[in-house]
């Protein structure tokens, strides 16, 4: 199975960058689509991003699109979320995940497509 160890939190002035890492070990991985969630205290844990196997084709939330970036590489077995213009709301814990299959937008957004989840970092955005 596939093993998912995240990377790059910590605390940040509202307007700066984060990028988080998202090492993975496992024969297979190239072949799984990778997301991003994320998780504040008291609310659900919620979608962020996600990039296809091949890096070819990603999808955001709404809340982080033109802020945040996916991207992955494949030989080094490690996918990113670069973080800009971060606000004091996108403070949570995030989580990498791996999925067996794309599926699209509507789907890559239900946790319950990953398979693997990393331990989650926590990222704090102060004011």
């Known amino acids: 199975q596939v093993q998912l160890v995240e990377s790059g939190g910590g605390l940040v002035q509202a307007g700066g960058s984060l990028r988080l890492s998202c090492a993975a070990s496992?024969?297979?991985?190239?072949?799984?689509?990778m997301g991003w969630f994320r998780q504040a205290p008291g609310k659900e844990r919620e979608f962020v991003g996600a990039?296809?196997?091949?890096?070819?084709?990603?999808t955001y939330a709404d809340s982080v699109k033109g802020r945040f970036t996916i991207s992955r590489d494949n030989a080094k077995n490690t996918v990113y979320l670069q973080m800009n213009s971060l606000k004091p709301e996108d403070t949570a814990v995030y989580y990498c995940?791996?999925?067996?299959?794309?599926?699209?937008?509507?789907?890559?957004?239900?946790?319950?497509?990953?398979?693997?989840w990393g331990q989650g970092t926590q990222v704090t955005v102060s004011s």
């Open positions: 995940a791996a999925a067996r299959y794309w599926r699209g937008t509507d789907y890559m957004a239900n946790r319950d497509e990953y398979a693997y």
């Open positions: 496992g024969r297979t991985f190239g072949n799984y689509a």
């Open positions: 990039v296809t196997w091949s890096g070819g084709l990603t």
